[in-house]
Structure formats: structure tokens, C-alpha cells
């Protein structure tokens, strides 16, 4: 792995992390290691994802040429994660996080891109790798509650700072606390 990404995955942000890595790879990337399910292949036709921030990266770079590594746990479609298991996995099994972990070690992707709590875990078991953060400017007291909650970087080696444009609601839907 020579460059790690951490970010807020919202859809308004893929061109910003698209730019950081054309930048640093002004020739293009072999292989990217993205936050999707690695049964994603499977599930994909009946699985209507919430978000697309993942998706639309893991688009871009296979147009490219660049092997995509689904680096995340398998997602059960018919048995879909709720918020409070997220929030325990997150806060203390990290199962996520040590499946993410064992597709680097496996794969060696060149870049990886994740959602700023994993890349956090994955930086600290990496301490030498390039880690670029992008942080974002929240719009509303909720928003800086959720960007708390979800913690600071950890000893980025570069910080992106973005506005953040989108509504409490995105994280109230993101998380399933309502539909």
C-alpha cells in the first residue's frame, strides 16, 4: 500500500478524491482498495445500496484500467446491518476494520480509499503509509456532533479541508435511524 485515503463518504466528495489521487498518479493507479462488500458481484442485482460514493469511485478506476479490491465484509442482503450494529462493530469488535486489513495484506493494493473511522484503524496498524485525510467543514451543529462522533484523524500526513453541503438527514438515513 502506498497511499491511504480517509474520507467522509458522501457523494459530493468523489471528484475531490478522484483529483488527490490523479495528482499524486498523474499516470493512473493499478489497483484500489475501496470500502464495498467483497461479495459485492454477487449481491449487486438484488441489493439497492444507500449510498453510491464507493460505487461511483470503484466506476471511474475500472474505466481506467485499475484493478478494484472489494475490501470490506460481505454484506448479507437479506439480513442488512442496522446503525447499532455498526455503532458496536465500530466502537468495539472491529470486524470490519481486521476484514479490511487481511484484503490489504492479501491484495496489496497500491491506494486505499476508506471511510475516515477505518482508514483511522488501518493507519494505525500501518503507521509508515502515506495517510491523507479529508476533514469537513460541517454546515450545522448536528453535523458537527456526527463529524465528533465519528473522531479526528490520526496523524495524517496531509489534511484536505472540504465544506460539507449536505443535510442531518443524510446521516440520520445512512445510519437506518429513519427511512
Partial sequence: MDLLLG????????DDVV????KRYPQGIESLLL?????WEEIKANYEPFEYFFLELERYYREKG?????????????????WWQDM??????????????KNI??????????GKTHANYVKRRFPDVPY???DVKPHDK???LMLKLLGKSYRPDEVIGLVHRLPREYYLRRYHIVE
Fill in 66 to 82: 485499475t484493478r478494484i479490491i472489494y475490501g470490506d465484509l460481505p454484506l448479507d442482503s437479506s439480513n442488512p446491518r442496522v
Fill in 105 to 114: 495484506k492479501e491484495h496489496n493494493p497500491q491506494v486505499v480509499v476508506l
Fill in 7 to 14: 474520507v467522509v463518504h458522501c457523494e459530493e466528495f468523489v
Fill in 19 to 22: 483529483r488527490v489521487i490523479s
Fill in 132 to 134: 491523507i485525510a479529508f
Fill in 142 to 144: 448536528v453535523d458537527a
Fill in 88 to 101: 458496536f462493530d465500530w466502537i468495539l469488535a472491529h470486524k470490519r476494520d481486521k476484514s479490511i486489513i
Fill in 35 to 39: 470500502e464495498i462488500p467483497s461479495n
